[in-house]
């Protein structure tokens, strides 16, 4: 049973989906056992407590500097002992110290097709900003394995998304969403909690005939 901690910055709607997926059997294998918020208004730590999930806020304004905060959000990640570290909107730049602690065990959501629109300042709606502003036809969504790097690691899952016409920021944030980050953010999961997931190098193999456009 792999146990899973999410960490979470905002809405949720990731961490909603990834417990919908549980629900219907998409994810099988795994417990969430933390969602950890550095955002103690954040709606993702309300649906959490909905759900009876064991929430946790870790907010930067309650340590002195940096490095005091790093050392409790790891401590407070590692109290939890997950298999699997998940960002889901988490707006933290994770601590090198957290990356060696669970080197290929933490994964996030990107919003966009990494290597593109990512890195610095890629975040949140900025990532569909820049998509609109330089008027690429296909975006989409990419979860990687989270390395010392930002956005950098290792990609694991991808699926595209059309850019339309009558596109703006918003309407492309949430259809990339509903049609991308919804559908592999949860899908990794299930693959890593039945094992069907190598790493070689900065390759991610997949033990499933999976057709990624189709999920
Ligand atoms: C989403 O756009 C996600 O791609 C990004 O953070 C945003 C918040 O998602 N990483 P959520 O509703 O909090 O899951």
Known sequence: MLRVAVCVSGGGTNLQAIMDAAASGKISN?????????????????????????????????????????????????????????????????????????????????????PSFCGTGYYGLKVHEGVLARGVKVTGATVHFVDEGMDSGPIILQ?????????????????VMEEAEWKILPKAIDLIANGKIGVEGRRVTIAEDLDMFAL
């Open 30 to 114: 795994s417990k969430i056992v933390q969602v950890l918020s550095n955002n103690p208004g954040a709606y993702a730590l309300k649906r959490a407590k909905k759900a009876g999930l064991p929430a946790v806020c870790v907010s930067r304004a309650d340590h002195s500097d940096r490095e005091d905060y790093n050392r409790v959000l790891l401590e407070t990640l590692q109290s939890a002992e997950p298999d699997l570290i998940v960002l889901a909107g988490f707006l933290v730049m994770i601590p090198a110290a957290m990356v060696r602690a669970f080197p290929n065990r933490i994964i996030n959501i990107h919003p966009s097709l990494i």
């Open 159 to 175: 699926k595209p998304v059309a850019v339309r016409d009558d596109d703006d920021a918003r309407s492309l944030q949430l259809r």
